[in-house]
């Protein structure tokens, strides 16, 4: 599974509130969980289930140190979540957009998704 910026908060979600799903690898590419709750409404209003690890095969959080705070301070949750995660991290790729990456290719997803 891989999820990229709210897509990302939705499947950490989605997996907290479905302890029966067991998946393979999930990759979050910049995952957004509105960690003020200001632009989402209740829809991230959850717990994050810290015993989701144990129904995934890896979780890998691909980070860039020049994305907003509201993403850091997500991933951050995740980590203190699920210490186990593994976290991926980029310099200047911003919110992992063509605009942020100045580019269209993404190879480094690609390889992790090939692991």
């Not at 995934?56 to 995740?78: G, H, Y």
Request: hydrophobic fraction near 40%; glycine fraction near 6%.
């Amino acid at each position: 599974i891989v999820g990229h910026s709210c897509g990302g908060g939705f499947w950490i979600r989605y997996l907290s509130e479905h302890p029966d799903v067991k998946v393979g690898k999930v990759i979050l590419v910049a995952p957004w969980l509105d960690p003020a709750h200001a632009r989402s409404g209740s829809f991230f209003k959850f717990e994050i289930d810290k015993k989701l690890i144990e129904r995934v095969k890896e979780l890998v959080i691909f980070n860039s140190d020049d994305d907003e705070e509201d993403i850091q301070t997500s991933v951050e949750m995740i980590k203190s979540a699920i210490p186990t995660a593994r976290i991926v991290e980029f310099h200047k790729m911003g919110h992992f957009t063509h605009k942020d990456m100045q580019k269209a290719e993404f190879p480094e997803l690609l390889e992790e998704l090939m692991k």
